[in-house]
């Protein structure tokens, strides 16, 4: 052991909240001393429900009278900017549920204070997964060629629950923030920056049935298509809708040999590849195309790799998150972009950009200097 304690403290209290309690009760030297919830019995029946000695109901009192090294946020999406920059003036570090914010000037002022003051600041969402990890292994020029385009969604029937999720005046976003977020974070960790977004986006069912089979108005968007442009001119297609009759969370990057893609046709992973075989893979078809294969191999992931595991390891270390704060302000302007070209019709071009943990020699991008 040899190290000192980790005192984290929990801003919210609901549901969200369960899997930052149950990874950080699987690594040594972490401890939640305190929860926080706008209704102090939610923050109580959370606090006795994992062993937590105090709570409350106001996140700045609990910032100022606990000794805290850091703070998890998993209010409801429209409260994160004022927690984590609360936590951040106060000198914590923060881990903060998608989305980072409501507007994209929270997000750049979150991303600028935590750099100003040294801190880490961690955004879901968290993409290294094992499967994401294994895909970038194919993610190469020698395996799919050039890379010609890409496709991700996160589609599902629509939020079950009656709640803040379908009012645009509380949540003040609906399938962009809480489910595009996604896919878009997925292609941009996996292909480095892009340069720009086009959208459509709308309401497509105003008047839905959820729960057990309650009638309620929604106002939020339902029904979202996103075409991200790359350096090199390639096209990503994302969507989100919330009005399919299964959840669709699939991810695939086209080469001009190849391509892989993640979570699709009941493959987890799996890499398209005529030219040669995969090694250590099981051949399969893949949406009726042969010379498809699942590679056997997937990172060692432990509860020092999960979510929780990661943040632990930045606050001791000092090291900023792989998935960095500028990455995830890079993938919230794409959002933000997204509804800022539905409303006025045009492209929108990105101002923002990252150093990539997973950097991509830059010829795979690069089509027009040969034949192909």
């Known amino acids: 052991m040899g190290q000192s304690q980790l005192r984290l403290g929990m801003v919210g209290s609901g549901d969200i909240s369960k899997r930052f309690f149950e990874q950080a009760s699987r690594l040594e030297d972490v401890k939640f001393v305190a929860t926080c919830a706008r209704h102090l019995e939610n923050a109580e029946k959370k606090a006795r429900q994992y062993d937590v000695p105090r709570w409350y109901d106001d996140y700045k009192v609990m910032m100022d009278e606990e ?5 998890v946020v998993t209010t409801p999406h429209s409260v994160h900017a004022e927690v984590v920059i609360a936590a951040l003036e106060r000198g914590l570090h923060v881990l903060n549920e ?20 040294g801190l880490i600041l961690m955004n879901l969402p968290y993409d290294l997964n094992p499967t994401f990890l294994a895909a970038t292994e194919y993610v190469k020029e020698d395996v799919i060629g050039k890379i010609t385009g890409a496709e991700a969604q996160l ?9 803040w999720y379908y ?15 996604y896919p878009v974070s997925r292609l941009i960790a996996l292909l480095g920056p892009a340069t720009s977004v086009t959208a459509e986006i709308n309401t497509l069912i105003p008047n839905r049935i959820v729960g057990e089979g309650k ?7 339902d029904n979202v298509t996103l075409i991200v442009e790359f350096a090199g001119g390639q096209h990503a297609v994302v969507r989100s809708l919330w009005g399919i009759s299964f959840a669709q969370n ?13 979570n699709d046709a009941g493959f987890d992973l799996v890499v398209h ?19 498809c294969y699942v590679p056997h191999k997937r990172p060692d992931f432990g509860p020092e790799d999960d979510i929780m595991g990661h943040f632990v390891n930045c606050l001791r270390t000092g090291h900023q998150p792989k998935c960095s704060a500028q990455q995830q302000l890079h993938v919230h302007e794409i959002m933000f972009g997204a509804y800022e070209s539905a409303k006025t019709g045009q492209r929108y071009a990105l101002t923002t950009t990252f150093e990539p943990w997973n950097r991509l020699d830059p010829a795979i991008f690069d089509t027009k200097t040969q034949y192909i």
């Open 155 to 163: 589609s599902i029937p629509g939020p079950p629950r009656d709640n």
């Open 98 to 117: 998608k989305p980072m914010a409501t507007s994209f000037e929270d997000c750049r002022r979150m991303v600028e204070l935590a750099a100003e003051k």
């Open 167 to 181: 009012n645009r005046a509380v949540s003040h976003g609906g399938a962009v923030l809480d489910c595009l977020v």
């Open 250 to 262: 699939n991810t695939i990057v086209y080469g001009r040999k190849g391509a892989v893609a993640m």
């Open 215 to 221: 009638k309620i108005q929604s106002d939020v968007d």
């Open 273 to 291: 590849s005529p030219e040669r075989p995969i090694d250590d893979a099981d051949e399969v078809t893949w949406r009726g195309v042969s010379q």
């Open 67 to 71: 000794q805290l090294d850091g703070v």
